[in-house]
């Protein structure tokens, strides 16, 4: 069988050990050497361009389903849980918690969840919901089991590593959130981070108030091509006055991006982490959906105040 590897940055390392594995057993195989940033980033069109017959996606759960053969191997990591007793005094104040974590970390989630209740704690996980398939898992654009649970607890944990998964559902709720990060041995609320964004999105939209020529990004990428929201947000800008054109790329390279000039803001429609962790990268405005929506009301607010202001 002809197979095409891929793997994120943290496991590509570990390629040449797999190929070799795979050669053994009297397939071709060949190694992607793209980056990808998750289960919505597959290696569809480079499989069938070699014509192979499998794409093997490793250190990512199934997204979402593709019209393409893809084995999805998910690594799991044994993250240390001795900072669980320490996490205890930030949790004094508390009784319900709303636990979550990333894939990785996903089988050792029970064991979390029962140091806790055996703690005196009540702890609540979410069910699956969108794209993730574990309860309890969040990703970097899919949050919801967090979300479901925000009006059910009175803090959230997040155990696993990094900042980038919990940063997410952080901003997609609103009690407060304290990170376990057993690799950093770290335990630190991370509200402040809801006041920072938060101010950051105000910012980007009072700055596109004056903007008339608008650029809507749209992936081609398996899991984030969304064309219909682009094709909306196009209609409902040029409806409202303002001139709107849709810019496609399979990876968005920031410094292209800030050659066309031309432009007064861009939309983001594709991963929705672009609109969150990217914004500093564009010479101009980088807004969400939601963003732009919010820029549209208020220009028409603005426009009465001034027809008010003339009578």
Do not use: W
Request: hydrophobic share 40%; charged share 25%.
């Amino acid at each position: 069988m002809k197979i095409l590897l891929q793997f994120p940055e943290g496991l590509k390392q570990e390629a040449l050990k797999h190929a070799k594995k795979l050669e053994l057993e009297g397939n071709e195989v060949f190694i992607s050497a793209s980056p990808t940033f998750g289960a919505c980033d597959l290696a569809i069109d480079e499989a069938k361009n070699l014509g192979a017959e499998k794409l093997i996606h490793f250190g990512h759960a199934e997204f979402h389903k593709v019209d393409f053969n893809v084995e999805y191997i998910s690594y799991s990591y044994d993250a240390p849980l001795t900072l669980l007793p320490k996490s205890l005094e930030k949790l004094e104040p508390y009784h319900k918690i709303g636990l979550m974590t990333t894939i990785q970390h996903i089988h050792q989630l029970e064991m979390v969840k029962r140091f806790y209740e055996e703690h005196g704690k009540e702890v609540i996980i979410g069910k699956p919901y969108g794209f993730a398939k574990k309860a309890g898992q969040i990703l970097g654009c899919d949050i919801g089991s967090a979300a479901s649970i925000d009006k059910e607890v009175e803090v959230f944990v997040y155990f696993g590593g990094g900042l980038f998964h919990p940063l997410g559902a952080l901003l997609h709720t609103k009690k407060p959130f304290l990170l376990v990060e057993p690799f950093n041995n770290t335990i630190e609320f991370l509200d402040r981070y809801r006041e920072i964004y938060n101010k950051k999105s105000r910012g980007r939209i009072l700055s596109s108030l004056d903007a008339k020529k608008i650029g809507i990004l749209v992936s081609t990428k398996n899991g984030q091509h969304n064309m219909n929201l682009a094709k909306i947000l196009k209609n409902k800008l040029e409806a409202n006055g303002l001139s709107a054109a849709i810019l496609v790329a399979n990876t968005f390279d920031f410094d292209s991006i800030n050659n066309m000039m031309e432009f007064d803001a861009f939309v983001n429609t594709a991963c929705p982490r672009i609109a969150i962790d990217d914004t500093d990268r564009t010479r101009k405005p980088l807004l969400s959906a939601n963003e732009i929506m919010e820029v549209i009301k208020l220009k028409k607010e603005r426009v009465e105040l001034q027809k008010e202001h003339l009578r």
